[in-house]
């Protein structure tokens, strides 16, 4: 059940008009995000030099705010609409969809390391008769909306520390063009998103541990950099 906050600033300039200044536009939103439940099952025994094989099913909701929900910066249709941003006045903490990810996870402990690798698919349902809320309160009808599917895999080694600094690692995700009543959304392209990781684990005593992550993001889509910091904490 996650909780969230986010905080974003756009600068553009105005086309066709001679500006030479720069607009900011800022937004921030916080809220409930997306509640999700997963299994795991773990399919064989393995051991030294011998991989163990673990398949998860992973529900997602759409609990939180999506960018349906929120005012869009648009006086009217956002489509060529020259008289806003088109960006959201408040930022949403949902994706919108509800989505169902299988996918396969492999460990094989080699000593002194053990690799890890997993390979997934998300499932984002289609949403129908979706609109969304411009300036002025007014509708703007969209149709039936289904975002792109994702194909997902990644590779680490995390049981190789030395003073609690992890192997690197490689993330990658493919996600699918956008769709609107059944036709690719005009501009909607295949994404490509693969992040190079690097992390750190400290632990503070047999419950609680801190995992900072830092991402370097390899291809034109991904972020440029990344910093995930998380605190596990067991019963």
Request: aromatic share 10%.
């Amino acid at each position: 059940m996650p909780y969230g906050y986010a905080s974003g600033d756009t600068v553009s300039r105005e086309i066709f008009t001679g500006s030479a200044l720069d607009r900011v536009f800022n937004s921030s939103g916080h809220g409930l995000g997306d509640v999700e439940a997963s299994v795991r099952y773990q399919f064989n025994r393995g051991g030294p030099d011998k991989p163990f094989y673990v398949g998860w099913l992973r529900y997602k909701s759409r609990t939180g705010t999506d960018i349906f929900e929120v005012v869009t910066d648009c006086v009217t249709r956002c489509v060529a609409n020259a008289t806003g941003t088109g960006l959201p006045l408040e930022l949403p903490m949902g994706s919108g969809f509800n989505s169902l990810q299988p996918g396969v996870t492999l460990l094989y402990p080699s000593d002194p390391v053990v690799f890890f690798g997993s390979f997934s698919y998300l499932y984002n349902f289609e949403r129908s008769n979706v609109s969304r809320t411009v300036v002025g309160g007014q509708e703007e009808p969209l149709g039936d909306v289904k975002a792109g599917d994702i194909w997902g895999f990644n590779l680490a080694s995390p049981g190789a520390e030395r003073e609690g600094l992890h192997q690197p690692g490689y993330d990658q995700s493919m996600v699918g063009k956008t769709t609107q009543n059944g036709e690719d959304v005009p501009g909607s392209v295949r994404v490509t998103m693969g992040t190079l990781l690097l992390g750190g684990t400290y632990r503070f005593n047999e419950h609680v541990s801190l995992n900072v992550a830092l991402g370097a993001g390899v291809t034109r889509d991904t972020p440029d950099l990344t910093i995930t910091t998380r605190v596990p904490i067991t019963f």
